[in-house]
């Protein structure tokens, strides 16, 4: 069982920075596939980046390629997201999910999900 927390979230700018961070339970998080999506008002939840266990191999939707980091620190049971350069179009509600298959992370068919946390970008 693992339970996955964010933070991080807020109103930002357009242009501006955010750091998303996922607290996980459990003692094998280091054997998870982590990932991120969104989910803006009316629209279908957004792959946006997957991490394998060891952090070693990314994998990126084209709407954010180039703009966002995921990373992670499994001695710390934490992954991130670094967001930049912001679009008004990136406000949603952002969540975090585990598999301990990352194929099954980019498909959004992950068995843990966090409640998420709202990212505004103002224009």
């Known amino acids: 069982q693992v339970q996955l927390v964010e933070s991080g979230g807020g109103l930002v700018q357009a242009g501006g920075s955010l750091r998303l961070s996922c607290a996980a339970s459990?003692?094998?998080?280091?054997?998870?596939?982590m990932g991120w999506f969104r989910q803006a008002p009316g629209k279908e939840r957004e792959f946006l980046a997957v991490i394998n266990a060891s952090g070693g191999v990314t994998r990126y939707s084209d709407s954010v390629k180039g703009r966002f980091t995921i990373s992670r620190e499994n001695a710390k049971n934490m992954v991130y997201l670094q967001m930049n350069s912001l679009k008004p179009e990136d406000t949603a509600v952002y969540y975090c999910?585990?598999?301990?298959?990352?194929?099954?992370?980019?498909?959004?068919?992950?068995?843990?999900w966090g409640q998420g946390t709202q990212v505004t970008v103002s224009s």
């Open positions: 459990g003692r094998t998080f280091g054997t998870y596939g």
């Open positions: 999910a585990a598999d301990t298959l990352s194929a099954k992370v980019v498909t959004g068919n992950c068995a843990y």
